[in-house]
């Protein structure tokens, strides 16, 4: 472990103007994992693994997931990189773990945009050829169509992306309530004694059914994490790219329990599994009237997209921090010049969305392959997660008793995050929760990845690698913090201690 020093990260640059502000990185937190298409994608799964209890697996998810919020915030106000939970783990525990947590971040974001990607195809064939959604190359050939559009509004830079993002934002989640609530008065119409028999025990399927929808549920919170991506390029990133993580968990665990309460019993279990890439316009068409079904497949698929550019973004911005270290291709730092994009990596991010769409849809019904990348993003995901809140419990070690604050909010939220990360992963393989071949999706992806490493490490000889404090020690190590087109340049430091907990924001 890297041995504190009293060094500091280097101010930002201030003669560039950032891109983003406090509420865009939010709209960025929450795009990336907008409920609209998440929910698309997620309802089938979630209903299959524990029938309908989602909400309350939903609800248990929630506290742990603020706790790993928590720990974004802390470390990023520590060191605002883009590389995140790469640069975190590699400062704090070893280069080798960091690497390791940064490809699992990058996979997360690449073979997510497979399900991510066949809602955008789903919902344009809805709306323009209904007779073509269920067949799985017209979804890939629409969904991919969607993707190299997303990847050119990337390249534009954040300042188009942001406005983009905003009006997508609202209009899904004015629609997502809107159609909540006709599923909560039908479900009232009905007499509403289904929904209090729905979090007994035996009707959730019992721990393995519990464990499974909580596997989903991290899923679906998953995402919010884009807002700290983006950190050098944000407003006071060091402060508001760690507040619009916690304030994207809050939104989506509020949003997602009345979405999920009120939509997830309008269809049958075997009409949602039949139904699964299209679920919410096969819902819409139950509760809504004629012209007002059109309103739900174009919140679907206009925050798919937002959520695709959003991945983008997230992936170009980690790969760009570890091809500074040396661990990703050189090519990755290459900026526009003038919007400041690293293209060179938004590009390649976008080739392997392409790729991992034809590979998922590959393995089966659509059905199959979106339940197999929700469940296997859930491994992954509760992994780097863990790993963050690792960093942040070991780096804030010295100040976990100077205030209540620091106790509750430094300590004890994030230990609750970190255990119960590691819980779910441990507890859904030994329940038998996941399949092999989520296990094969996330473990071989892991796998790759410490092989990978090994490569650079033992075959190239990389000096990221080679010391615990690596990334000082790099001889490329004077980085820009703040806008890209930024020229303040500064020392990547070595560990030092986490701030006090900010009472306010």
């Excluded at 929904?195 to 059914?209: Q, S, V």
């Excluded at 010391?467 to 980085?479: E, H, K, N, Q, V």
């Amino acid at each position: 472990m890297a041995s504190p020093t009293p060094d500091a990260a280097p101010a930002p640059p201030t003669a560039a103007r950032p891109a983003f502000g406090l509420w865009d990185a939010v709209v960025l937190g929450l795009s990336s994992s907008g409920p609209a298409q998440t929910l698309a994608v997620s309802l089938a799964s979630m209903v299959a693994a524990c029938h309908y209890g989602g909400p309350l697996a939903l609800l248990i998810a929630f506290f742990p997931m603020l706790g790993i919020a928590l720990a974004y915030q802390r470390l990023n106000r520590w060191d605002p990189s883009a590389g995140a939970t790469y640069t975190w783990v590699a400062r704090v525990f070893h280069p080798h773990l960091g690497f390791l947590s940064g490809w699992m971040i990058l996979i997360y974001y690449t073979l997510g945009t497979s399900s991510l990607t066949i809602p955008a195809g789903t919902y344009t064939l809805e709306l323009l050829a209904p007779d073509a959604v269920n067949r799985p190359w017209a979804v890939a050939l629409a969904g991919g169509t969607w993707n190299i559009v997303v990847t050119a509004l990337a390249l534009a830079g954040l300042r188009v992306a942001s406005r983009f993002e905003w009006v997508v934002v609202v209009f899904q989640y004015l629609v997502l309530l809107a159609l909540a609530a006709c599923g909560i008065a039908t479900l009232r119409a009905a007499g509403g004694g289904a929904g209090a028999a729905w979090f007994t025990w035996p009707a959730m399927g019992g721990p393995r059914g519990l464990l499974g929808g909580i596997l989903v549920a991290c899923f679906m919170y998953s995402g919010w994490d884009a807002a700290v991506y983006v950190n050098e390029e944000t407003e006071d990133g060091a402060r508001s790219a760690g507040l619009a993580a916690i304030a994207s968990v809050v939104i989506l665990a509020l949003l997602y329990a009345v979405a999920t309460f009120g939509l997830q019993a309008v269809l049958s279990e075997a009409e949602l599994h039949d139904h699964a890439g299209n679920a919410l316009a096969v819902i819409s068409g139950r509760l809504l009237p004629g012209p007002y079904r059109v309103l739900v497949s174009l919140a679907v698929l206009t925050g798919t997209l937002a959520t695709l550019q959003a991945a983008v973004i997230a992936a170009a911005r980690v790969g760009l921090a570890m091809a500074r270290d040396g661990v990703m291709p050189r090519a990755f730092t290459r900026r526009a010049a003038v919007s400041g994009t690293p293209w060179a990596a938004t590009l390649t991010m976008s080739v392997l969305n392409l790729a991992l769409l034809v590979l998922a849809l590959a393995t089966g019904t659509i059905a199959d392959a979106l339940g197999n990348v929700a469940a296997s993003l859930g491994l992954l995901s509760c992994l780097f997660y863990a790993l963050t809140g690792a960093a942040a419990l070991w780096q804030h070690r010295a100040r976990s008793f100077d205030s209540a604050a620091d106790l509750w909010l430094g300590l004890v939220l994030p230990a609750l995050g970190l255990a119960f990360m590691v819980f779910v992963v441990v507890a859904s393989v030994a329940t038998g929760a996941t399949s092999p071949t989520v296990l094969a999706y996330g473990a071989g992806s892991i796998a790759l990845g410490v092989l990978v490493a090994l490569g650079l490490d033992l075959g190239l000889g990389r000096p990221f690698f080679r010391r615990a404090d690596a990334l000082s020690a790099l001889p490329g190590a004077a980085i820009t913090r703040g806008h890209p087109t930024g020229t303040t340049a500064g020392r990547v430091p070595t560990a030092s201690p986490i701030p006090p907990v900010e009472s306010g924001p």
